[in-house]
């Protein structure tokens, strides 16, 4: 007589070790053949399997690790509604999002007593445990981290500051963030425009903060590339004046020798007025000078060595800032 292995028997349990998954859901149990009365036997008091979340399971005995936590979380947000397909319209934000981009100031998620999940607004769940859902009608494309899908960093801070009731900690995430290169000022001020979040005063003043951080943070990358690429010494921080006259610009570096002016943004600056005086404007943004700086130090290079052949420039006072 032959004998056949049931599917919640030790051939299938051992195809499920073969996964590698420590948390899956039902709906992924079921499709690998186990049975809803397995289930229950696995998941009994006692028993070596626990529902983490509604229909969302850990494998293995013992306390679920951050990240397993963070799965589970996803598993059960991205569940598709009761007898329809799809599903997985859900990714991390907010303070755990935050951990798995790097974020010093963030718990990693063991300690995060929360997972924020957003989701498209249709989505019809509830909160539970430790997870709490963030309903949006337009999702944005999601970065994969360690696997998991995470909001960009700019929506995931927005999340976060959404939460925080008090300035420094708003202040905290906001300067990190430009700090250690996670985002540009610029997105993040757009993303709490967005959110509606800079009406609240104590957002307003973190935001203060973060202009300081973004400033300082892009002179120290300007300082760096004029040192590593060997250009000559500029002079920093300076205002150019015509003798008797007003300012015409102030610029972030400048070699008077060449009538050669660096400034991060470009914006403010009156290229024709100075390029009609003789000196030549480069913009240097902060983006350029942290992921191409080479490219951006020959172009400095570029325009010192082409300044030989130019005309005299106008005598123009420069000023410290």
């Known amino acids: 007589m032959s004998h056949e292995s049931t599917p919640s028997g030790p051939c299938h349990l051992v195809h499920l070790e073969r996964t590698r998954r420590t948390v899956m859901s039902a709906r992924e149990l079921r499709a690998h053949g ?4 397995a289930l229950a036997e696995r998941t009994r008091p006692g028993g070596p399997w626990r529902e983490l979340l ?33 599903g997985g319209e859900a990714m991390l934000t907010g ?32 909160d539970t445990g430790p997870v709490r859902l963030r309903r949006a009608p ?7 981290v360690a696997g998991l899908p995470c909001a960009p960093v ?19 995430l906001l300067v990190e963030s430009v700090r250690d290169g996670h985002c540009e000022a610029a997105r993040l001020v757009r993303e709490l425009t967005v959110a509606g979040l800079l009406e609240r005063p104590h ?30 010494d500029p002079v920093w921080n300076v205002e150019l004046r015509l003798p008797g006259g007003p300012a015409v610009a102030v610029v972030d570096a400048y070699w008077p020798q060449q009538a050669v002016a660096v400034v991060l943004d470009g914006r403010g600056v009156r290229h024709d007025e100075l390029e ?39 005598y123009l006072v420069v000023l410290p800032r």
């Open 203 to 232: 957002v307003t003043a973190a935001v203060a903060a973060l202009h300081a951080e973004a400033r300082s943070a892009a002179e120290g990358l300007l300082y760096e590339m004029v040192s590593r690429y060997g250009l000559p």
């Open 34 to 37: 186990m049975t809803g009365r």
């Open 154 to 172: 700019p929506r995931a801070l927005a999340d976060a500051v959404e939460q925080a009731t008090d300035t420094r900690t708003v202040r905290t």
């Open 276 to 314: 009609r005086l003789g000196v030549t404007v480069v913009t240097a943004p902060v983006r350029r000078l942290r992921g191409s700086a080479a490219w951006q130090a020959a172009a400095v290079r570029t325009a010192l060595v082409a300044a030989e052949d130019r005309e005299p420039h106008a």
């Open 54 to 86: 509604p229909q969302v399971y850990l494998l293995h005995e013992g306390p679920a690790s951050g990240e397993e936590w963070l799965r589970a979380a996803l598993l059960y947000a991205g569940r598709p509604p009761r007898g329809q397909e799809g």
């Open 95 to 126: 303070p755990a999002a935050l951990a798995l981009h790097g974020f010093a100031s963030v718990p990693e998620p063991p300690g995060l007593g929360r997972i924020d999940v957003l989701v498209p607004r249709r989505r019809r769940l509830r």
């Open 138 to 144: 337009v999702l944005p494309r999601p970065v994969t």
